[in-house]
């Protein structure tokens, strides 16, 4: 039987393995970190901290005459407002630990909609959903004319849009999150460091700026275009090989046939002479 000095010491022994191991996983992480994501979070930052310059001092607004189909009401939309910070704050929190890039806009309308609900339930999900895409909305609670529970709600036509870059630290990776773009969507994607470049960067914008949706389409990363490129290859060169296949095969089946038509041609050669030299033979007789 262990006595109790024995079990502490194993107890103590095991709990600084577990913290050497930990320490050392962290280790691994914050190089990771500092090797591969910062410099890419570093990149984000810039490249999106000059649109959104560009586009404030351009006044450029963007219209959006079909936000949602759920809300049609909302009419034409104008997206303007750009703002960029980093790690929540307003602006540049610390450049050498940037761990969330924001671009920040509205899709703004004139004045105001409203729209009558019926029934708790429904209303009560309509409230929670306005709330969750952080919508401004007024809404007045009533029994209406046939008893029914009702709702009236106003909606502001101002629909708040954000674009995330945020570091997955603990799996070494660098995630998107897009919410409100367009009909009140949410879109996550995540990228290997690697994948995090200037022509993504520019695919991003081009989806922001709402000029194509090639980003959303073309939803695979370099690895995965690699994989499909390797395998694309390997599909011609076995077409290839097949084809080949199939031209010597051809070439043996024609050669076949020649040859058969050749003995055909042979015998009947030698049937015609046989039966002229027996014409000759019953003549002479």
């Known amino acids: 039987m262990m006595g109790i000095l024995d079990q502490l010491r194993n107890e103590a022994t095991l709990k600084q393995e577990s913290e050497f191991a930990a320490a050392n996983t962290q280790q691994q992480l914050e190089n990771e970190y500092q090797t591969r994501i910062l410099p890419k979070m570093q990149q984000v930052y810039l490249f999106l901290k000059e649109i959104v310059e560009y586009l404030s001092y351009l006044e450029k607004a963007v219209e959006i005459t079909?936000?949602?189909?759920?809300?049609?009401?909302?009419?034409?939309?104008?997206?303007?407002?750009?703002?960029?910070?980093?790690?929540?704050?307003?602006?540049?929190?610390?450049?050498?630990?940037?761990?969330?890039?924001?671009?920040?806009?509205?899709?703004?309308?004139?004045?105001?909609?409203?729209?009558?609900?019926?029934?708790?339930?429904?209303?009560?999900?309509?409230?929670?959903?306005?709330?969750?895409?952080?919508?401004?909305?007024?809404?007045?609670?009533f029994i209406n004319s046939r008893g029914v529970e009702a709702a009236t709600f106003s909606i502001t036509r101002k629909i708040p849009v954000r674009f995330r870059f945020e570091v997955d630290y603990n799996n070494s990776k660098i995630k998107l999150l897009i919410h409100n773009h367009e009909n009140f969507n949410v879109y996550k994607k995540t990228f290997e460091p690697e994948d995090v470049n200037e022509a993504l960067l520019d695919e991003v914008s081009r989806f922001m700026l709402r000029q194509d949706s090639d980003f959303i389409r073309l939803d695979i990363t370099s690895q995965d275009k690699l994989r499909i490129q390797k395998k694309a290859e390997e599909e011609q060169q076995q077409l290839a090989k097949w084809l080949e296949e199939v031209k010597i095969e051809e070439a043996k089946e024609k050669e076949k046939e020649e040859r058969a038509k050749a003995g055909l041609t042979e015998k009947l050669g030698e049937s015609i002479l046989f039966s002229r030299i027996k014409s000759l033979t019953k003549k002479k007789k």
Do not use: H
């Open 66 to 141: 079909d936000y949602c189909q759920r809300y049609p009401q909302m009419g034409t939309l104008s997206q303007t407002d750009y703002k960029i910070n980093t790690d929540g704050y307003g602006g540049l929190a610390d450049f050498n630990r940037i761990m969330q890039v924001n671009v920040l806009f509205n899709c703004v309308g004139r004045g105001d909609f409203s729209y009558e609900i019926e029934g708790r339930t429904r209303i009560e999900q309509e409230i929670a959903f306005l709330n969750s895409k952080n919508v401004q909305l007024k809404w007045n609670q």
